[in-house]
């Protein structure tokens, strides 16, 4: 059979294949490849059992996202997967590597499941806003039972093969071949003489079940605040605990072409592609060699430094620390276990992988025990002298080929290369904190950085699990510029006439985790106030970045949760931001200083010179090339300061909004409040167009 599914017969078995790379999306080819398949084989009186399968790097990375929103075209998922299920000859599914989404839906359909032992499955569907939308919710609940079932729908993780078997999803893992080992369990279900056995049609184990929804519900409203695909998700689960599955299907069905049409699953889409695009860096050829790395060292076991290696660990990097003195690197190393300890208290992992990680780690205070690393990742204290210095050493003892990175957030990679005699092996790889959790790696090339080595920090970042986002050299690379843009218009807010409870409101309102100040409690205040001195001393211009607030509230001697006050007061030893009454008569005599009398400043207001600022920096970052497209700022957004995603990112929620409305916006604020808030020249340009960032994006 020509197309993307092969068709073979194999004595009394048929074997279908998808053959669709790179992931086997089920596409309307392959769709209907599959049901011309299932009708040869049943028509085929020889055929006794069929045996569907996957060619390429996985069996099936689900429905093909770029026809969602596009008109549906028959046989549908649903309806493919019910005529497989219906199917008299018994249809054996064999997995190798990923079965998801639509790709674990027709593995549901199908009578019996093997893998091999790199076969995983999951319902990733929620990462893109959405609900699994072919049966999902009404037949592995059915399966593995509610509480599995709804783990994995809201969880959207993958399962791998030794759970999916103990779970019962995998009825056999196969050694060697897996096709040959699936046509052998097909040929046993012959010689057996087993038939057809549908997972429509088991029972659903309804003891317990509605306690489990209802703790479920109450998980998601905390954890999933602003989304609809949840609860979307949860409602479908629940039907199938009292409908069959035709009717449940039609409810799953409903949910899901609500979902796809919303601007929540747009934006997820959106950023599930902006992953994947960050890849294509320019002038980096796709097929560039990369570096091997295996030894991973990381200068510094303080905080970043210690989430840093923790992030390799995990992932099975060897990593050596160094630190200054055996007492540093001790406490580092004892509180690099601890985390472990507690993430298996929490359960997320056994005793046995903390083990595992914590044996990956060796500590020195000796540069020369780093000579073998592969990469070198420096996270010591934000200073260009010392930083140069750690530099410095590191050319001395570096083997040729080794990757020099600084995790620097703001300064100058150029600088710090050329403190070396091989710029072209120095690069940024910006963690944020805590590093062993928060997902972005924001890697920063310098002008003479070797396409080899992006391309190798860049795999580097997927190895570990980080998103990966590549970024020019200039002050605050892509994330911090725009947060010290944004957060100057908040701070200015609070001159003119509003207070930090107000504001920090309206950002988590708007879907943040939390506000600008509360934000900056938590990360510690006397640390802003730090960079603010090195950046007024590097980066004079005539800009006033920041309200004089910011800094008098340190001088007070108020560091933020750390000491229970900042800009907010917190109970003995609490982390709840309370209003204070101090903050607001400092806020209004700097107001009164300043000879600016108080305004009523509304929430939109607020929402626009926040929100709206962070676009319009966004867009001269475009213009000047740091960073490479707009979604790139929509990834670091999201995953390094906890953008709502779905809203998809600075750039995606200006083409929801439109890029027009917004320019207009600007030009007001512009008028009102001066120069910081002039709309930047492409954000016009494309207003004047009618265009929007994604058309920018299109023609790059
Ligand atoms: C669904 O199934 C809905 C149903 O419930 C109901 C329907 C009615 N479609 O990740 P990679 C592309 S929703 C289209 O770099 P890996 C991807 O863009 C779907 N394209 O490779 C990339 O393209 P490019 C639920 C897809 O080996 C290329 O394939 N499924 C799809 O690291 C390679 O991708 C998901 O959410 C797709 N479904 O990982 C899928 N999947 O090279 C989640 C991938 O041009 N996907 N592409 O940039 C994954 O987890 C990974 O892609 C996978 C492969 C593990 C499969």
Not at 145 to 150: H, K, M, N
Not at 248 to 256: A, P, W
Not at 579 to 602: F, W
Not at 626 to 633: E, H, L, M, Y
Request: aromatic share 6%.
């Amino acid at each position: 059979m020509t197309g993307p599914v092969d068709y073979e017969i194999h004595g009394a078995v048929a074997l279908i294949a998808l053959n669709n790379p790179p992931v086997n999306a089920l596409g309307i080819a392959v769709r209907e490849g599959i049901a011309a398949a299932i009708d040869k084989a049943e028509a085929d009186d020889n055929v006794k059992c069929i045996v569907l399968a996957g060619r390429n790097r996985c069996f099936c990375g689900g429905a093909d996202i770029t026809e969602f929103g596009k008109p549906r075209k028959e046989p549908s998922l649903s309806v493919l997967i019910n005529r497989l299920e219906a199917s008299e000859k018994p249809v054996v599914v064999a997995i190798h590597g990923t079965a998801v989404g639509g790709g674990c839906e027709i593995s549901l359909g199908c009578h019996y499941r093997v893998g091999d032992k790199t076969a995983r499955f999951g319902l990733p569907e929620i990462n893109l806003g959405l609900l699994p939308g072919a049966g999902g919710t009404q037949r592995l609940p059915r399966l593995i039972g509610i509480a599995p079932a709804l783990d994995i729908i809201l969880g959207g993780e993958y399962v791998d093969a030794e759970k999916a078997l103990e779970l019962g999803f995998l009825d056999a893992i196969v050694p060697g071949d897996l096709i040959a080992g699936a046509i052998d369990f097909a040929n046993g279900l012959i010689r057996d003489g087993k038939g057809p056995r549908r997972t429509a049609e088991m029972e659903i184990e309804k003891e317990g079940a509605q306690a489990t929804l209802d703790e479920y519900k109450k998980k998601i409203a905390k954890r999933s605040r602003g989304l609809i695909a949840p609860a979307r998700c949860i409602e479908a689960v629940e039907a199938a605990m009292s409908i069959s599955v035709a009717e449940g299907m039609k409810l799953e069905r409903k949910n899901f072409d609500e979902l796809v049409q919303s601007d929540q699953s747009k934006a997820q889409r959106h950023l599930f592609f902006a992953e994947r695009q960050a890849h294509k860096l320019p002038g980096v050829d796709k097929d560039t060699e990369l570096r091997k790395i295996e030894q991973v060292a990381v200068i510094g076991c303080g905080t970043m430094g210690r989430g840093i290696a923790m992030s390799f660990a995990s992932a099975g990097f060897a990593v050596t620390v160094l630190e200054q003195s055996h007492d540093a690197l001790d406490n580092g190393l004892a509180a690099a276990k601890k985390t472990y300890e507690g993430s298996v208290k929490r359960g997320r992992i056994t005793q046995e992988e903390a083990d595992a990680c914590m044996a990956r780690f060796t500590g020195t205070v000796d540069y020369a025990d780093l000579k073998d690393a592969d990469i070198v990742i420096e996270a010591v204290f934000e200073d260009m002298t010392i930083k140069k210095q750690v530099f410095g050493q590191l050319d001395a003892v570096c083997k040729p080929g080794a990757i020099l990175a600084t995790n620097t957030s703001s300064l100058d990679v150029d600088e710090i290369a050329n403190a070396t005699s091989r710029p072209a092996d120095v690069v940024g790889t910006h963690f944020f904190s805590p590093a062993n959790i928060m997902k972005l790696m924001e890697n920063v090339r310098g002008k003479a950085t070797s396409p080899e080595v992006q391309a190798t920090v860049m795999k580097l970042s997927k190895d570990i699990g980080k998103v990966g986002v590549m970024v020019g050299v200039c002050d605050g690379f892509v994330g911090n510029r725009m947060l010290y843009r944004y957060r100057s218009q908040a701070e200015f807010l609070l001159e003119e006439g509003a207070l930090p409870e107000q504001i920090d409101k309206v950002i988590y309102d708007f879907g943040f985790p939390m506000g600008p100040f509360a934000m900056g409690d938590l990360a510690g205040l006397d640390v802003g106030y730090m960079v603010r001195k090195h950046r007024r001393e590097n980066f004079p211009t005539n800009d006033r970045y920041s309200s004089t607030i910011a800094d008098r509230i340190v001088e007070m001697g108020r560091h933020g949760q750390k000491n229970g006050m900042g800009w907010y007061k917190y109970a003995e030893g609490g982390r709840t931001p309370e209003p204070d009454p101090e903050i607001a008569k400092l806020v209004e005599s700097v107001s009164a200083e300043m000879g600016i009398t108080r305004r009523d400043v509304t929430d939109r207001e607020i929402m626009e010179r926040c929100m709206y600022t962070l676009i319009n920096e966004g867009a001269k970052i475009l213009e000047e090339g740091i960073a490479t497209r707009p979604s790139d700022i929509d990834l670091v957004w999201v995953h390094g300061y906890g953008y709502p995603i779905g809203k998809g990112g600075p750039m995606f929620f200006a083409d929801l909004t439109g890029v027009d409305k917004i320019h207009e916006t600007m030009k007001r604020l512009h008028d009102a409040h001066g120069d910081l808030l002039r709309p930047a020249a492409l954000l016009e340009e494309l207003a004047m167009s009618g265009k929007s960032f994604a058309d920018y994006q299109s023609k790059k």
